[in-house]
């Protein structure tokens, strides 16, 4: 099927169809949907990809994620496709699974598509790709990696604070005995809610036992870390986590283990995916915006939309702490 029998079937010529389609202001409301009644009945598909090189822009944007499991991520990613569809932009995707090597072959991957813009929302980044970012000259928002530039945009959680709420709330509660369960501790953005865990209960809780332990990002990573604390002598009152995923984990493992939440062990998430809400017991956990995440790395990422916002920037989001039924006064708290 071609643009030229379209523009038959409509009664109408090749320029006003191509006009059409590229959504031009110009043609007339009439004109449009008779054009698009002939693509209907056609079953017409343009090209995008020729239309892109010919216009010598894309209509294309990238998205790299992490862990595309994890709702958090793809929570971001829907709320991206849908303001890149209102725009008549497309988004691919790609998945790194926490992996540095797979990570510079996606960005790689990405600048030869020749995408519009790129969203990075990972934890495994490196200063050598940051740079190669900066140099390609493509408009980028970071995800809590990298800093600001000329066309890198980042926007940033308050993991700190986020992390300091949650062990002052225990703390009140005469929580004194903290887990603190995580995942590939050695990444930037994942250590940071670590130290912050260690550092508050060492500065305003230091009468406070506490273990940390990383496992992996997922339901049976944070099931496999409730296992092995439970399992090594030391009963924690609250077991704190990194993110949502990991707590409905180790809901489940307490739970099996015979412990009441939060009447035994009180759990706490992070993120706010709509699974915590649906948990048993719901869990008590930090909001992250994720729609608001999404919205503004389009803005970022695509200039002439309707908030379109100009690149360097850095945006940081504070966290909110969202109280539920998986947390309670500590049964065994200490003096």
């Not at 496709?81 to 992996?99: I, K, L, Q």
């Not at 409905?248 to 035994?264: I, S």
Request: glycine share 6%; proline share 4%.
């Amino acid at each position: 099927m071609s643009l030229t029998e379209v523009a038959k079937r409509a009664g109408v010529s090749t320029a006003t169809v191509s006009r059409v389609l590229n959504q031009a202001s110009v043609v007339r409301n009439s004109t449009r949907q008779r054009v698009m009644r002939a693509v209907s009945e056609l079953n017409y598909h343009p090209n995008l990809h020729a239309r892109s090189l010919a216009k010598g822009a894309s209509r294309t944007i990238g998205m790299i994620a992490s862990n595309l499991q994890n709702p958090f991520f793809f929570d971001i990613f829907r709320t991206l496709e849908a303001d890149a569809h209102a725009h008549g932009y497309e988004v691919v995707a790609a998945n790194t699974d926490y992996d540095a090597a797979h990570l510079v072959r996606s960005v790689r991957l990405m600048i030869g598509r020749r995408v519009a813009g790129l969203a990075v929302i990972v934890s495994e980044m490196n200063k050598d790709l940051i740079s190669e970012l900066a140099a390609s000259k493509l408009r980028v928002v970071f995800y809590d990696v990298g800093t600001p530039c000329r066309t890198i945009s980042n926007i940033r959680v308050n993991y700190r604070r986020g992390i300091e709420r949650v062990v002052e709330y225990l703390h009140s509660l005469n929580h004194r005995r903290l887990a603190f369960v995580g995942h590939h501790a050695a990444l930037g953005p994942l250590s940071e809610r670590e130290k912050a865990f260690i550092e508050t209960v060492s500065r305003y809780a230091p009468d406070t036992e506490w273990r940390t332990l990383a496992t992996h990002d997922a339901l049976e990573g944070g099931q496999q870390a409730a296992h092995e604390i439970l399992s090594s002598g030391f009963n924690p009152t609250a077991i704190i986590c990194v993110n949502d995923i990991m707590a409905v984990g180790v809901l489940r493992e307490v739970r099996e283990r015979g412990f009441r939440v939060p009447q035994d062990i009180s759990v706490t998430g992070f993120d706010n995916i709509k699974l915590s809400e649906f948990a048993y017991p719901s869990l008590t956990t930090l909001h992250i915006p994720r729609d608001r995440i999404g919205h503004l790395a389009f803005s970022m990422l695509v200039p002439e939309s309707a908030r379109g916002k100009a690149p360097g920037r850095e945006i940081v989001i504070e966290p909110e702490l969202v109280l539920r039924d998986s947390t309670g006064p500590a049964a065994r708290a200490t003096a």
